[in-house]
C-alpha cells in the first residue's frame, strides 16, 4: 500500500464515519472531501471542481426543474382523478394503481418529486375511500424507487453510473438500457407489494368528510385531553393588560384558542388584546405547567436587601463578548448554546442598534461576531478569553454597567416563605426564567451565599432569591393565581367547531428551509398566523413543549387557524397540505404543455439528437419561459444539497482511481471470495451496495462503488457494464429504513409509521428485489470477456 492510497483510504474512512454518525450536513462532508483531496494534492485543481460540470450532475438538477414544472402546472389533480377512477375504492387494485402511476412518473421525474407530488393526492384518496393512509403511503414510496430503476434518469445513481463508465472509457448506458432489467423488477416489486406487502403493513383508521375529517384529527393529537378554560375574575390584576402583558401564553406554552366574552368569541386572538373581568381563555397545552408556574406568585418581595445585593455584586461581575467567526455557537439558538453548563455565565442581553435586547432572548440565533453582555463570576469570565468561541472579552466597571444596563434598576430580592408550595422544587422545573425573563442570581440560605444556582438547585423555605428582571412582572405572576380553571370543556365548545377556526394536517416539503430549525424560533403565529398545536413523528404525538422541538422531514404537522390563512399555506412551498380546506383548485391550462415540454425531452434523447444533460437543460428552460414555473421556482426545486453532495464527492472516486486505492480494495473483495467466479463476486458487491444504503447517501455511495468495481471487474478480464448495472439496481432498492431514502421519511409522520414498518415490509422487498435481479442479470446483461 502506498502513502497516496492510504490518504485516500483515511479521507474516505473520516466521511463515512461523518456520514453515518450525521455530526455535520452531508453536502458539508462532500466539500470537506473536496477540499481535503485538492489541499493534498491527490487531484489537481480542475479534477477537485470536476464535479460541477459533471453531465449527471446537471442532468440531475435539470431534472429537479423538470419534474417541478409538472408539479406546478397541476398534474397531480388529474393523476388523482385518474387514480380513483381506475381503481375504485377497493384496497388491493388501489394500492395496484398508486404504486403504478408512481413508478412510472419516476422513470421520467424524480423519485422525491415524485413522492412530494403524489403524496396529497394518495392521502385525499385515502379519505375519501375509507382506507387507511398507512396502507397507501409506504406503497407509494416504495414505487417511486422501483419506478427509478427503470430509465437512466429515473434516479441519480443510474446516471452516475453511467457517467463513471464513461470517464473510464467504457460507452455509458442509453435512456432506456435500464428498462429491460428495471421493468420486470419494477412489476416484480409492485406485484409482491399488492400481493402480500400489504398484509405487513399498520392500519390506522381515516374518517370521511370534513367535519368528521376535523374531529379525527383532534382525536389522532389527543387535543381534547389538552384543553382547557381559563376566566378572568372582575377583579383580576390582569384586567386592562394585553394577552401579551399578562404572559398567558409565552409564560406556560399555552396556545391561545379563544378569548369568549358576552356570549362572543374572538378566535385566534392577537398580542394586543386586552383582557377584561369575566372572559373565558379557551387554551390547549398542559394544565400542570400551569398550574406550577402559579405556584410562583407566594414570593414575597423585600424592599431593602442592600447586604446581599453586595455581596452577590463582590462576586458577579459583567462582560460584552463577541461571537468568533467560524463558532460552533453560530447558528445556535441562546437557549441552546447552554452558557451556564458550559461557560458558568448567564447570556443577559444581546448589543441591537446602540442598545441591549434584555427580554426574549431564548429563541434568538446567534450570529458571527455577535457582542453579548454576560454575567458571572470573574474566574469565569476570564476563563472566557481563553476559549475560541469569542473574538473579544471586555470587562464592565460597576459605573458602565449602571449607565449601559441599568441593574440597579432591574435587581429585586424576593422571599420564599416557609409553607410556600414552591419549596422542594428546582428552578428548571418552575419554568420561571422562560416565563417571565427573570434569573436567579444568587440565592441565600442559612447564612451561605450560592452564586448562579443551575436549574437542578433544589429551593427552600425562607430562602432569599436575588432576581434579575422586572419587578412589576411578578405583579402578572399573581394575576395568573387569580385566573379560575375549568378542564371541563365541551367537545363541541365553538373555537374548534368554528367555520373560522380550522385543523389541518400537512408535512415538509422535502427541500424545505425549515427543517432542522426550533419551533419556538420560527414563532408560527408571527410568522403565518397560525398555530402548531402538534406533532406526529415516528408513530407518537408531540403536543407539548414544542418549543424545543426542530422539525423533522416526515414529520405531520397539525396547524390550528383561521381557514383563510391555512389555505395559503397550500402556495407555501415549504409545506405539502393534506387536508382538503376546500382550497381553489390549481390552474390545469399549462399541464399538457409541461407534458409536451417532458415527452420532447426523453424523444430527443432517444432519437439521439442531443445528451441527456443539455436535453433536460433546454427542457427545463422552456418550461419557464412557457410559464409552467418561474426562475425562483425553479431554483427553489433544485435540492442544492443533493447537487453539492454528489459534486463534492466525484473527485473521491477519481482519487481512487488515479492512486489505485480503487484497484487496492478491489484486490481485498476478490481475496475474500476467493476463486468463487465473477458471479460470486457481483452478489457480493450488490449485497455491500445494499447494505450500505442504510447508513450512507446512495449518490455518495454509488460514486465510492464504481471504481472498485470496474477495477474487480477488470482483474477478472470481463466488461464492467453487468455489474455496474447490478450496483446501480442495489442502489435505487433503498427500502429497508426511513432513512435509506428521502421518499420514505417523506411519508413516515402522514402514515404515521414506525422505524419497525419499513422493516416489515422492506426487507422482504430487498430479498425479492435481488432475487429478481440475480435471476435476470446472466440473461438481459451477460458476462462479455474484455
Not at 409553607?419 to 422545573?429: C, F, K, M, V
Not at 465510492?704 to 464492467?720: H, K, N
Request: charged residues 20%; negative net charge; contains cysteine.
Amino acid at each position: 500500500m502506498t502513502f497516496e492510497i492510504a490518504l485516500v483510504l483515511g479521507i474516505l474512512t473520516v466521511s463515512l464515519i461523518l456520514f453515518i454518525s450525521e455530526v455535520i450536513r452531508m453536502d458539508v462532508v462532500a466539500l470537506l472531501v473536496l477540499g481535503a483531496l485538492a489541499v493534498t494534492g491527490l487531484v489537481d485543481g480542475n479534477q477537485a471542481f470536476s464535479g460541477f460540470s459533471n453531465a449527471a450532475v446537471i442532468t440531475v438538477w435539470a431534472m429537479f426543474i423538470l419534474s417541478e414544472g409538472l408539479t406546478r402546472t397541476g398534474i397531480a389533480d388529474i393523476i388523482g382523478s385518474q387514480v380513483m377512477r381506475l381503481a375504485g375504492g377497493k384496497e388491493m387494485p388501489l394500492i395496484f394503481v398508486i404504486m403504478m402511476t408512481g413508478a412510472v412518473l419516476s422513470a421520467f421525474m424524480n423519485n422525491i418529486g415524485v413522492a412530494a407530488l403524489m403524496l396529497p393526492v394518495v392521502v385525499d384518496v385515502a379519505r375519501r375511500t375509507r382506507i387507511p393512509a398507512s396502507r397507501l403511503l409506504m406503497p407509494l414510496a416504495y414505487s417511486t424507487l422501483l419506478g427509478g430503476l427503470m430509465t437512466l434518469i429515473g434516479t441519480p445513481p443510474n446516471l452516475l453510473i453511467s457517467e463513471s463508465l464513461v470517464q473510464s472509457g467504457y460507452p455509458g448506458f442509453e435512456l432506456f438500457d435500464f428498462t429491460p432489467l428495471g421493468g420486470i423488477v419494477m412489476v416484480t416489486g409492485v406485484m409482491f407489494v399488492v400481493l402480500f406487502g400489504r398484509l405487513l403493513l399498520p392500519a390506522k383508521p381515516v374518517e370521511k368528510d370534513r367535519n368528521v375529517s376535523q374531529r379525527s384529527l383532534r382525536a389522532q393529537y389527543k387535543l381534547h385531553e389538552r384543553t382547557f378554560l381559563l376566566r378572568v375574575p372582575r377583579d383580576s390584576l390582569l384586567v386592562g393588560k394585553t394577552l401579551a402583558e399578562s404572559r398567558i401564553g409565552s409564560s406556560t406554552g399555552l396556545i391561545i384558542l379563544a378569548v369568549m366574552r358576552e356570549g362572543r368569541s374572538d378566535t385566534l386572538p392577537g398580542r394586543q388584546t386586552v383582557l377584561r373581568g369575566g372572559d373565558g381563555i379557551l387554551v390547549q397545552g398542559r394544565v400542570d405547567q400551569f398550574r406550577e408556574l402559579r405556584r410562583w406568585s407566594d414570593l414575597v418581595i423585600e424592599r431593602e436587601s442592600p447586604v446581599l445585593k453586595s455581596m452577590v455584586a463582590a462576586k458577579m461581575v459583567y462582560a460584552e463578548v463577541t461571537i468568533a467567526e467560524g463558532s460552533p455557537l453560530v447558528g445556535q439558538l441562546v437557549r441552546d448554546a447552554r452558557f451556564g453548563r458550559r461557560f458558568d455565565v448567564a447570556v443577559v442581553g444581546l448589543r441591537r442598534k446602540g442598545g441591549y435586547r434584555l427580554t426574549n432572548l431564548s429563541y434568538v440565533p446567534l450570529r458571527s461576531e455577535e457582542r453579548l453582555l454576560i454575567q458571572g463570576e470573574r474566574e469565569a469570565i476570564e476563563q472566557l478569553e481563553r476559549e475560541s468561541d469569542f473574538s473579544d472579552v471586555r470587562l464592565y466597571s460597576d459605573a458602565e454597567i449602571a449607565e449601559r444596563y441599568q441593574s440597579d434598576e432591574r435587581l429585586f430580592v424576593v422571599r420564599v416563605p416557609k409553607e410556600s408550595e414552591i419549596a422542594g422544587a428546582t428552578l428548571a422545573d418552575s419554568r420561571i426564567g422562560e416565563a417571565f425573563d427573570f434569573r436567579v442570581q444568587a440565592i441565600f440560605r442559612e447564612g451561605n451565599l450560592i452564586v448562579m444556582p443551575r436549574g437542578d438547585q433544589v429551593l427552600s423555605g425562607a430562602d432569599l432569591l436575588l432576581i434579575e428582571g422586572q419587578p412589576a412582572d411578578l405583579d402578572v405572576l399573581r394575576g395568573l393565581q387569580d385566573l379560575e380553571i375549568d378542564t371541563s370543556v365541551p367537545s363541541n365548545l365553538g373555537a374548534f367547531e368554528s367555520e373560522r377556526l380550522s385543523l389541518m394536517d400537512a408535512t415538509l416539503d422535502p427541500r424545505s428551509s425549515l427543517a432542522g430549525r426550533a419551533i419556538g424560533e420560527l414563532n408560527f403565529r408571527e410568522r403565518y398566523g397560525i398555530e402548531l398545536a402538534g406533532i406526529w413523528r415516528e408513530g407518537e404525538t408531540l403536543g407539548t413543549e414544542l418549543g424545543d422541538e426542530r422539525l423533522q422531514v416526515g414529520d405531520a404537522l397539525l396547524m390550528l387557524g383561521p381557514r383563510d390563512r391555512l389555505e395559503l399555506l397550500s402556495n407555501d412551498p415549504d409545506f405539502l397540505v393534506l387536508t382538503d380546506l376546500g382550497s381553489t383548485p390549481p390552474d390545469t391550462r399549462r399541464a399538457p404543455l409541461a407534458a409536451l415540454i417532458m415527452f420532447g425531452v426523453v424523444f430527443s434523447v432517444m432519437m439521439g439528437w442531443a445528451h441527456i444533460s443539455v436535453a433536460a437543460v433546454v427542457g427545463g428552460t422552456i418550461m419557464v419561459l412557457t410559464g409552467c414555473l418561474n426562475m425562483e421556482q425553479a431554483y427553489r426545486a433544485i435540492d442544492w444539497r443533493a447537487i453539492f453532495l454528489i459534486a463534492g464527492m466525484l473527485p473521491l472516486g477519481i482519487a481512487m482511481q488515479d492512486t489505485g486505492a480503487a484497484t487496492y480494495l478491489a484486490d481485498q473483495v476478490m481475496n475474500f471470495l476467493g476463486d468463487a467466479g465473477p458471479w460470486p463476486v457481483i452478489v457480493g458487491l450488490y449485497i455491500l451496495t445494499a447494505a450500505a444504503t442504510m447508513i450512507i447517501p446512495t449518490a455518495a455511495l454509488v460514486v465510492l462503488m464504481s471504481p472498485i468495481v470496474m477495477s474487480a471487474m477488470s482483474d477478472m478480464g470481463f466488461q464492467p457494464e453487468t455489474a455496474m448495472m447490478a450496483v446501480a439496481m442495489a442502489a435505487s432498492a433503498s427500502f429497508t429504513s426511513p432513512i435509506s431514502h428521502p421518499a420514505n421519511i417523506l411519508v413516515m409522520g402522514p402514515g404515521g409509521y414506525r422505524f419497525v414498518d419499513y422493516l416489515k415490509v422492506g426487507v422482504p422487498l430487498t430479498i425479492v428485489v435481488f432475487i429478481a435481479v440475480m435471476l435476470l442479470l446472466p440473461i438481459l446483461w451477460p458476462l462479455q470477456p474484455v
